[in-house]
């Protein structure tokens, strides 16, 4: 599921350029509008300057006699007059400064500065959109001394810096009033703000226009496009005709989809062929489910009319073998060796068929499980007595090792025996004169980490030639021996194992197998303390015949 846009593409564009637009506008307007206050500042102080140069130069061309124009105290402001002059003497600051904010100002920055100023100016707004600029003029003894001793030329300020012992004896201050330059000054911001605006909504529009048509159309097509795409319909391609690189993406993008819609093409096509496959593989299986069906059923309906027959030749050769148990003689002898030849070889056609059947019922399904309560350490002793006269007869010790304190344990004994008594039985087989065979017996304990239950580990070890690591799965396999020469040693018809491992998957277990080249060979079955309750299965298909083998 796609996640929600929280602010399209458009909308974000439109905020950054918007954002940067009146940035950039406002920054060139400050400029412009610090610029054009500066400009009305300086026009007015020199006016002002001109002003008190002018008058101070009348003051020298009169004798040198310094008349007031106007008395500050006079409240000159009152007549509305465009200027006003007001020289003020050493003996009137005290009173100025506390009449007029400006004039203790200029003292101020007159008298305490170190740089010692001539004049000192100030703009200020007063209501009704009038505009009122301050000058300030200091004359100090040494200026009274030019003005006095009447210097030609018209009186200039001097260049040099005041000292200390030049102190400030007068203050010319003038008042320029200019309604004009007031509302000019106003005008002219109204302007610069109107520009401003003006621009900011152009730049906005051009801008809107441009993303708009340039970038996000293009960019809605190919979203749209990929939106169709995602629901299936992959018929469809993207139109753009920009010429730029919105145009090779949707290029690119239409190639694309054509490359998927063959290659979906070609998926159905093979698809079509594997169905056909399919449906002749399930005729087969069903074939093949059939054929191994009733080859089971036959090789247990053979294997179990042949007992019945083989059962009882096994039965008069022990009767004539016992008949002439008690005979002497060289034709008796002979008797004796054919009848022992006839028993053994009975025996072992017998336990063949035996296997057969019970590897017929496994592959047919119909091996029935009965589950009790099995001591394990009863069990382990009576299969050690059962295999002690075989161990005997070859020379080879048998050791019992079970923990006597394992519990009860919920399976089907006969099997259970069953699997124990052929490890037993091959260990014996295989193991040399005056070797050993150990049954061993233990329980795993639960881990909870791993949800792993208890388990019961009953094994049993020889000190045969052991087995190599590469033949550890052939072993299993049906019909299999190592030495599968005719002249081989130990006879056998390879079922055993097999049957072994069916028996214990179908236990709920396991076969784990250790053994190496001259180290002997340790086979132990693993299975649960509790075996499950399940239903198995009439005839196992292939796959369930490969789980239950590995």
């Avoid at 009305?40 to 140069?53: D, I, M, P």
């Amino acid at each position: 599921m796609a996640k929600s846009v929280r602010v399209s593409l458009a909308n974000k564009c439109l905020l950054l350029f918007g954002a940067a637009v009146v940035l950039i506008l406002s920054s060139a307007l400050a400029v412009v509008w610090v610029r054009m206050q500066v400009l009305v500042t300086e026009g007015q102080e020199e006016t002002a300057r001109k002003l008190a140069n002018a008058w101070l130069s009348d003051m020298i061309q009169l004798g040198g006699a310094l008349t007031p124009v106007e008395e500050l105290h006079g409240n000159s402001m009152s007549k509305q007059n465009n200027l006003s002059m007001t020289l003020i003497e050493k003996d009137e600051f005290e009173i100025a400064e506390r009449r007029e904010p400006f004039l203790a100002d200029a003292i101020e920055q007159f008298t305490s500065r170190n740089d010692r100023p001539d004049d000192y100016s100030r703009l200020e707004s007063r209501t009704g959109g009038a505009g009122l600029y301050w000058y300030a003029r200091a004359i100090r003894k040494s200026d009274l001394s030019r003005i006095r001793g009447g210097a030609a030329g018209g009186f200039l300020p001097t260049l040099d810096t005041p000292s200390l012992a030049d102190p400030l004896e007068m203050v010319l201050v003038i008042r320029l009033r200019s309604d004009r330059v007031a509302q000019q000054l106003t005008l002219n911001r109204i302007y610069i703000i109107a520009a401003g605006l003006l621009a900011g909504f152009l730049a906005i529009g051009v801008f809107w226009f441009i993303t708009t048509r340039l970038i996000l159309s293009p960019v809605r097509v190919l979203r749209d496009t990929a939106e169709k795409v995602s629901e299936g319909d992959i018929n469809i391609r993207a139109d753009v005709n920009t010429g730029d690189e919105f145009e090779q993406l949707s290029h690119m993008f239409n190639h694309m989809l054509e490359t998927l819609q063959s290659n979906q093409d070609q998926l159905r096509g093979i698809n079509k062929s594997l169905d056909l496959k399919l449906g002749e593989l399930a005729e087969t299986n069903v074939a093949l489910y059939e054929a191994n069906k009733i080859k089971g059923e036959f090789l247990a309906n053979v294997s179990h009319e042949l007992r019945t027959p083989l059962n009882s030749v096994i039965g008069f050769a022990e009767i004539l073998e016992e008949t002439l148990k008690d005979r002497t003689g060289p034709v008796d002898e002979k008797r004796k060796r054919y009848i022992a030849n006839i028993v053994t070889s009975s025996r072992r056609l017998l336990d063949l068929i035996n296997d057969l059947l019970d590897l017929a019922k496994i592959d047919a399904g119909r091996m029935d499980l009965v589950v009790n309560p099995m001591n394990v350490a009863d069990t382990a002793e009576g299969l050690i007595n059962l295999i002690r006269p075989q161990a005997e007869k070859s020379k080879i010790e048998l050791r019992l090792r079970v923990d006597p304190n394992i519990p009860l344990v919920q399976t089907d004994a006969g099997k259970f025996q069953q699997i124990i008594f052929n490890f037993l039985s091959n260990a014996v087989k295989f193991t040399p004169p005056g070797g050993t065979v150990t049954l061993t017996g233990s329980v795993t304990p639960a881990n909870a980490q791993t949800n792993t239950p208890a388990r019961l580990r009953v094994g049993v070890a020889d000190t045969g030639p052991g087995i190599a690591k590469a033949d550890h799965e052939r072993i299993f396999d049906k019909f299999t021996q190592l030495d599968s020469t005719v002249t081989k040693e130990h006879a056998g018809t390879g079922l055993g194992l097999t049957i072994s491992r069916e028996l214990a998957s179908l236990l709920q277990g396991r076969i784990e197998l250790e053994s190496d080249t001259g180290r002997g060979a340790t086979f132990t079955l693993v299975i649960p303390l509790v075996l499950e309750a399940r239903t198995t299965p009439l005839m196992p298909n292939p796959a369930q015949a490969q789980t239950m083998r590995s």
